[in-house]
Nanobody, 122 residues
């Protein structure tokens, strides 16, 4: 099994910054290999979960248009740890942020964290 544990969610004023972290752990042998994709999704009240940013093991990054230029995703090159630096936060960024990890083997194995709350006050 693989567990993803997020941290860093908090209440912050508009214009502020937060840094989210997510670390993978568990007994699965997958932990000993780098996930093909690590990323972040978010879900605001009454809305569907949406992709925020992803990063491949090769270093390729993808950002949702709504966060480009404000958020930065990074990962530890040696571990299955991913970060999300969030700057210039707005109330529209308020959501539960979920960590995501995907391994591509004979089939896809993907996992989700439990979520961390980010609240941006105006």
């Amino acid at each position: 099994q693989v567990q993803l544990v997020e941290s860093g969610g908090d209440l912050v004023e508009a214009g502020g910054s937060l840094r989210l972290s997510c670390a993978a752990s568990g007994s699965s042998r997958r932990i000993n290999s780098l996930a093909n994709t690590l990323g972040w999704y978010r879900q605001a009240p009454g809305k569907q979960r949406e992709l925020v940013a992803t990063m491949s093991s090769a270093g390729h990054k993808y950002y949702a248009d709504s966060v480009k230029g404000r958020f930065t995703i990074s990962r530890d090159g040696a571990k299955n740890t991913v970060y999300l630096q969030m700057d210039s936060l707005t109330p529209e960024d308020t959501a539960v942020y979920y960590c995501y990890a995907k391994w591509v083997e004979a089939r896809i194995f993907d996992y989700w964290g439990q979520g961390t709350q980010v609240t941006v006050s105006s």
